[in-house]
């Protein structure tokens, strides 16, 4: 059963903690992407990767972290530099993310996100 | 900067009837538009996509129309069911394809 697994789907935090979300994909899907989904806005991109060992900044890419380590797994730390932190965090993965080439449509799957929630 | 914008927060429609989602976009370099639909704690899921060089695309009760003069697209769901109610967001990225960028999103509520 192939997907994108994102945990914990609830956290709370408290102001000055990092803290750490997962994204797990069994699809073998070469580039994976954090988002943010904030109440009456779009989804921005905080940090994608294509391969492993490298990832790039996205547009909100300030107090966020992350790794690549392994082609599965795609994990973003929020930091206590993160001054709005409270938000719906999903992470996305794609097989058609090929640079500039022009083969149809970036389709990204997206896991269920994670609710970050500081206190 | 919103590049790409959805202008209606929220859209209420009897079953049965026509829904029309529309976005609107600024940049002319984007060549891929896409509609996700997403409930509530769950993540978004693709529903269709085009290409900037056609003018509609259709998939079963979905069509998505291009209008690449007045950078205007939009969603049309024929028949609309209750089971169509949810958040859909209008998407869309040019040659730096890692870029998606997402509209606002509209919320519709199909009434039974």
């Known amino acids: 059963d192939g997907g994108i697994t994102q945990s914990p789907k609830y956290l709370f935090r408290k102001e000055g903690q990092n803290v750490t979300l997962s994204c797990e994909q069994n699809l073998n899907h070469d580039a994976m992407y954090w988002y943010r989904q904030d109440p009456g806005q779009g989804l921005r991109l905080i940090y994608y990767?294509?391969?492993?060992?490298?990832?790039q900044k996205g547009d909100i890419a300030e107090g966020y972290s992350v790794s690549r380590e392994k082609k599965e797994s795609f994990p973003l730390t929020v930091t206590s530099a993160q001054k709005n932190p409270t938000a719906f965090y999903l992470c996305a993965t794609t097989n058609r993310d090929r640079g500039p080439l022009r083969s149809g449509a970036n389709v990204l799957t997206f896991g269920a996100g994670s609710r970050l929630t500081v206190l | 900067d919103q590049q790409v914008k959805q202008n209606s927060p929220s859209l209420s429609v009897q079953e049965g009837r026509i829904s029309i989602l529309n976005c609107d976009y600024t940049n002319s370099m984007f060549d891929y538009f896409l509609w996700y639909k997403k409930y509530p704690a769950e993540g978004p899921t693709f529903l269709i996509s085009i290409s900037s060089i056609k003018d509609k695309n259709e998939d079963g009760r979905f069509t998505v129309f291009l209008n690449k003069s007045a950078k205007h697209l939009s969603l049309h769901i024929v028949p609309s069911q209750p089971g169509d109610s949810a958040v859909y967001f209008c998407?869309?990225?040019?040659?730096?394809?890692?870029?998606?960028?997402f509209g606002a999103g509209t919320i519709l509520r199909v009434k039974s």
């Open positions: 998407a869309a990225h040019g040659e730096y394809r890692n870029k998606l960028v």
């Open positions: 990767s294509q391969i492993v060992n490298d990832f």
